[in-house]
C-alpha cells in the first residue's frame, strides 16, 4: 500500500445515496493559500470581464491536501463563449503573474471552456462531472446546480477516461521532443497521473467509490489487477515526486499504457468523439 503525502480517511467519496459527494471547499483551502485563491478571485473578473460567468477552484488546494511550495494552483474558467487564443495568452499570463507572486505555489494552471460545453449533453459525463464533483465554485453561478447527480458507473467511466488510445500517439511525440532533465521530469508527473487516474475509473464501478488521492486510486487498481500493481503503485509515486528517467517514460507508452487503453476499451468502451479543433 502506497502512502501519499495525501492520505487521510475520508471514506469512499459517496453520500448515503450512492452518488459521488463534491471533493473540496472554500473552506478547506489551507491557510498558506489563502492569499493566492484571494487573488485569483479578485483579478480573474478583471482579466475576463462580463464574459466569463462561473469560476472554479480544483486540485489539491480545495480539498486541503495542498503543500507549500510543491502544489499549483488549479482553476477552471466558464465562458459566455468559446475562448480565443487572446483568451488563452490572457489566462496564462495572470497564472505566471501569480506564481511569481506567490512562492507557496508551484505554477498555475486555467482551464477555459465555454459555458455552453460545459453543460451539453455530450460533455455531461466527462467535464460536466468534473465540474459538478471535482471543482469548488469561487466566482458567479454554480453550473452544477444543472447538471445530474453521478454514480461511480461504466458510463462514468468511459466517458472520462475512454479515450487514452488518443493520447498515446501525441505522448509519444512529446517525448521526443523532450531533451531536458526538466522537460522530462514534468512528462512523467503528468503521464503518471493521467495512467493512474485511468487505471482507477477502469475497476471504479467494481471499486464503487471516489477518490482523487493516487495512492489510493492505485491501491483500489491493484486489487483488481495484481499483476499490473507494481507498475500502477509505482507510477502513483511519480505522479507526486516525479523523475525524467526516459525509461520510465518508454515503459508507459510502450506497455502500461497501450495494455490499459486495450483493457479500458474492452470493459467500458470507448469515449464518445469529440469534434476536431479547426485549422
Not at 29 to 43: L, N, S
Not at 127 to 149: H, K, N, S
Not at 252 to 278: C, F, M, S, T
Request: charge should be neutral; proline fraction near 7%.
Amino acid at each position: 500500500m502506497i502512502v501519499s503525502p495525501h492520505r487521510h480517511a475520508r471514506g469512499k467519496g459517496l453520500d448515503s445515496q450512492g452518488y459521488i459527494r463534491r471533493e473540496g471547499a472554500l473552506g478547506l483551502v489551507p491557510d498558506a493559500f489563502r492569499p493566492v485563491v484571494t487573488a485569483a478571485r479578485e483579478r480573474l473578473p478583471v482579466v475576463f470581464g462580463a464574459r466569463m460567468t462561473s469560476a472554479y477552484l480544483y486540485g489539491s488546494i480545495p480539498r486541503g491536501t495542498a503543500r507549500v511550495g510543491r502544489s499549483d494552483l488549479d482553476l477552471l474558467v466558464a465562458l459566455s463563449e468559446e475562448p480565443t487564443e487572446g483568451d488563452r495568452d490572457s489566462a496564462r499570463d495572470l497564472g505566471d503573474t501569480l506564481d511569481g507572486e506567490f512562492p507557496q505555489i508551484d505554477g498555475v494552471g486555467t482551464l477555459l471552456f465555454s459555458r455552453a460545453r460545459l453543460v451539453s449533453d455530450l460533455e455531461r459525463y466527462d467535464l460536466g462531472w468534473f465540474v459538478a464533483c471535482l471543482c469548488t465554485p469561487l466566482l458567479g453561478e454554480d453550473l452544477a446546480d444543472g447538471l445530474p447527480r453521478y454514480r461511480p458507473d461504466s458510463r462514468l467511466a468511459r466517458e472520462t477516461n475512454g479515450d487514452l488510445a488518443l493520447h498515446l500517439p501525441r505522448w509519444r511525440s512529446r517525448i521526443s521532443e523532450a531533451l531536458t532533465e526538466e522537460a522530462r521530469r514534468g512528462l512523467v508527473r503528468g503521464i503518471s497521473r493521467h495512467l493512474v487516474r485511468t487505471g482507477f475509473t477502469l475497476v471504479m464501478p467494481r471499486w464503487n467509490g471516489w477518490t482523487s488521492d493516487l495512492g489510493e486510486m492505485a491501491d483500489a487498481f491493484a486489487a483488481y489487477y495484481p499483476e499490473r500493481a507494481a507498475r500502477m503503485r509505482a507510477a502513483a509515486v511519480c505522479g507526486y515526486e516525479p523523475h525524467g528517467d526516459p525509461a520510465v517514460l518508454r515503459a508507459y507508452v510502450d506497455d502500461l499504457g497501450p495494455w490499459l487503453a486495450e483493457e479500458y476499451a474492452r470493459v467500458h468502451g470507448v469515449k464518445a468523439p469529440r469534434p476536431q479543433p479547426g485549422p
